[in-house]
């Protein structure tokens, strides 16, 4: 059975006609994994035995006529979602050895529908990085081109699902983080507004910032996924209480009385040549589908990265106290008190960039230095949300580029953190203002790796940016 | 800490640290200062927008808490949770001894 083009939808409509067994299409990816992971390193770990369990129940549940949205449909989850019985990661050794006593909400919301949990994605240590070279154990590879990083810090769930390793995968995205290896590797990922999927179970990086989403082989198959994840949550007091849609039923195929803005801010001198092309296209593709374009402002782009560094790692040196040598995961010898234990655990515990993170983080919110920075950024972040409103009274939605380049090579901006961040120019803005954003394939440059375009909608526009997403992606098909 | 005299703006590595109980050894202590010097001067550029009667947003939605009945419910494993701990004592965490 050939798994390496098959959808989520595509797969349950097998597994309802009974062309095929949860077991035999968990056996193929399995299979899929064995072939193909060890030249692109897209999982940590892999529980086959699990999962085949998991699929031998879904097949009795559906002989004994229970039903299920994603009932045995296997799906790969990022390592710093917390799934009861398996390790977490977060790709870090500070959580060697650490196995999940819960569920996340979004996980036990897939298992709820007869999800299968597969394994789990490698991913940039605790989710700070834009290649997942900063994995505590391998980095991972883009399938288009080996030399070439898969994006991050989703980079293993995004690879999983372009190498035909994983029908759908879960990320998590707090500044681009699903969006941006999605684009590296071709493949669909959608970063929810702040508030629809509920983080409990999450292992936070930046709490104001952080959104569990899919990343899938169609737009259809992000829809569905959402629709099962969303919604309120009583353990997390930032899950809105808002109506779920069926995201997947409200699909639309033409775009007639969409408007579609162009920010010019997201077209800038330095970005590559190919990227714009392939934007332009899309964009004129979306005409031709009955968009109408208009072209908006954003003024405040070219202060993005400067606030989200700011605000991102304020939360992050907050967020990583916890890794402390004392509840979970490793913790150092030889520590002669509790003070020394905390700096001798953390230091051997933690990865360059998560040190780098958690410096700047504490030194921005220390005294005398909290309102140049933190407080500066936080206002910072208010004019950008002010931004995307005025832009949102004259459109629907906005394309943009995910990335000014294609995916980059392999240790080529790991000596240069800065030139790592402001690559996460046009991803970062949506988390700063809350709203909704997708990534969906576009193009590819001349060495055959991909280009995403990216949907910007306002929060809780989900149902639009998928619409725009979905016709976007029948149109080229 | 660093002896070295630095301008009031300017990130030190090593206190900083200390604050964030992260040890570090001498070529990271080196490596970190360079590459932060230049993210904070980078991020400085943050002063240069006008933020006069500018309100901070901290959080994207308005967030409430959300209260529930107040009645017992079963909560986490305690085998389960302490089987994660590095160092267990009497079903406690155990850490090394903090009071003379």
């Known amino acids: ?477 | 800490m660093t002896t070295e005299k630095r301008d009031s703006s300017d990130i030190d590595v090593a206190y900083v640290a200390h604050l964030a109980r992260l040890h570090l050894t001498a070529d990271e202590r080196e490596c970190f200062q360079a590459q932060l010097e230049q993210i904070v001067h980078y991020v400085r550029k943050i002063g240069e927008a006008d933020l006069r009667g500018v309100e901070p947003t901290a959080h994207v939605v308005p967030i409430r808490n959300i209260f529930r009945e107040d009645e017992s419910r079963e909560g986490l494993d305690r085998d389960e949770v302490l089987a994660n701990a590095p160092s267990v004592i009497l079903e406690q965490f155990q850490v090394p001894r903090i009071v003379e």
Do not use: W
């Open chain 1, 1 to 477: 059975m050939d798994v390496k083009s098959l959808t989520l939808t595509g797969a349950g409509e097998l597994l309802a006609r009974g062309d095929c067994t949860s077991v035999e299409l968990v056996t193929a990816v399995a299979d899929a994994i064995r072939r193909t992971d060890a030249a692109i390193g897209a999982y940590l770990t892999v529980d086959e035995e699990s999962a085949l369990s998991q699929a031998r129940a879904a097949d009795e549940a559906r002989a004994a006529g229970r039903m299920g949205r994603l009932l045995g449909l296997p799906v790969a989850v990022k390592d710093v979602l917390n799934v009861r019985g398996q390790p977490c990661t977060c790709a870090s050794r500070i959580l060697q050895g650490y196995l999940s006593p819960y569920d996340a909400t979004a996980v036990a919301r897939l298992r709820a529908e007869g999800a299968v949990m597969l394994g789990r994605t490698n991913m940039d240590e605790f989710a700070m990085g834009s290649s997942t070279e900063n994995s505590a154990f391998h980095p991972t590879r883009n399938p288009h081109a080996a030399d070439h990083v898969a994006g991050g810090s989703s980079g293993g769930s995004a690879a999983a699902v372009a190498a035909g390793e994983a029908l759908a995968a879960i990320g998590t995205d707090t500044g681009g983080s699903i969006r941006q290896p999605a684009s590296f590797c071709g493949c669909v990922g959608l970063k929810p507004s702040y508030g629809r999927v509920s983080r409990y179970g999450l292992t936070a990086f930046a709490s104001s910032l952080d959104q569990i989403g899919p990343m899938t082989r169609s737009v259809r198959d992000a829809a569905l996924l959402l629709e099962v994840m969303a919604g309120r949550d009583p353990m997390d007091s930032t899950a809105v209480d808002a109506a779920v849609p069926p995201y997947a039923a409200r699909l639309r195929e033409d775009l007639r009385g969409v408007r579609l803005g162009r920010p010019r801010e997201y077209f800038v001198d330095g970005m590559s040549a190919e990227v714009a092309a392939a934007v332009d296209a899309a964009t004129r593709r979306c005409r031709d589908l009955g968009a109408e374009i208009v072209e908006v402002s954003l003024p405040h782009t070219e202060y993005a990265v400067a606030a989200y560094y700011i605000i991102a790692t304020a939360e992050a040196s907050a967020n990583l106290a916890r890794f402390d040598g004392v509840r979970y995961g490793f913790r150092a010898a030889g520590a002669t008190d509790p003070i020394d234990m905390y700096g001798k655990t953390r230091a051997q515990g933690f990865g360059a960039e998560v040190k780098r993170r958690i410096i700047l983080g504490t030194y921005v919110l220390s005294s005398g230095y909290y309102d140049a920075y933190y407080l500066s950024a936080q206002k910072m972040r208010t004019l950008i949300r002010r931004d995307f409103d005025a832009a949102f009274e004259r459109c629907d939605a906005l394309l943009t580029p995910v990335t000014p380049t294609t995916a980059f090579r392999l240790g080529e901006k790991t000596s240069d953190p800065l030139a790592m961040y402001l690559g996460d120019i046009f991803t970062v803005t949506a988390n700063l203002a809350g709203i909704c954003g997708l990534s969906v394939p576009c193009g590819a440059d001349a060495g055959g790796l991909p280009i995403g375009l990216q949907i910007l909608g306002p929060a809780f526009g989900e149902e639009v940016v998928l619409s725009v997403g979905h016709a976007f992606e029948r149109s080229r098909a």
